[in-house]
């Protein structure tokens, strides 16, 4: 455990991280929802975002576990205005004919800040001494880094296939 945090400014910014990237994977958890109730045409896309859902919810215990260990807890306001926010941001693209296109560059950024995001909780633990916090926080930066890797690898099949679809005339979006 790494102490007392009240009144240190950097165990308050290390327990609002936490709760940050809590909320984050409810984020995360509700976009791999919606995406994946609307693809039909991209079986390797979908497969992986209902896998990265599960990680995702996996990923937000872990966090909570952290921050019952911290005796905080995750922000409820927080983790509803962000749960609206992936439903709104996965209905954002849903007009869009490329709307397959537009989700992947999307989640390929995401995935990226949560990356960072982890990177970050990662140093801070370590600067406050929450030993026991970076082998689950490392966990899921690698798990974030695999979706990373999957869907950059998948921009290019993912694209020739939208391309095939329109060229075939098929409904390519989703």
């Known amino acids: 455990m790494d102490g007392d945090a ?4 950097v165990h308050e910014l290390y327990h609002v991280g936490l709760r ?16 994946v109730e609307r693809l039909e045409h991209y079986p390797e896309m979908k497969a992986r975002l209902q896998q990265h859902g599960v990680e ?13 260990r911290h005796d905080s807890s995750a922000s409820s306001l927080k983790n509803t205005v962000t749960g609206a926010m ?6 954002l693209h849903v007009p869009a004919d490329d709307e397959i296109l537009k989700n ?3 989640n390929y950024a995401f ?10 909780l990662i ?10 916090s970076i082998a689950p926080l490392q966990q899921s930066l690698a798990e ?31």
């Open 144 to 174: 974030e880094k695999a979706m990373g890797e999957f869907i950059q690898a998948q921009t290019i099949p993912t694209t020739a296939r939208f391309i095939e679809l329109t060229r075939a005339g098929t409904k390519a979006g989703v």
């Open 86 to 91: 992936g439903n709104i941001a996965a209905a």
């Open 6 to 9: 009240h009144g240190d400014p």
């Open 20 to 35: 940050n990237q809590h909320a984050l994977e409810m984020t995360a958890i509700e976009l791999c929802r919606r995406q």
């Open 56 to 68: 995702s919810e996996q990923q937000a215990a872990r966090l909570q576990a952290i921050l019952d």
């Open 104 to 106: 992947t560059f999307a």
């Open 123 to 132: 140093a801070m633990a370590e600067a406050v001494g929450d030993t026991a």
């Open 111 to 120: 995935e990226h800040f949560e990356i960072a995001a982890y990177t970050s």
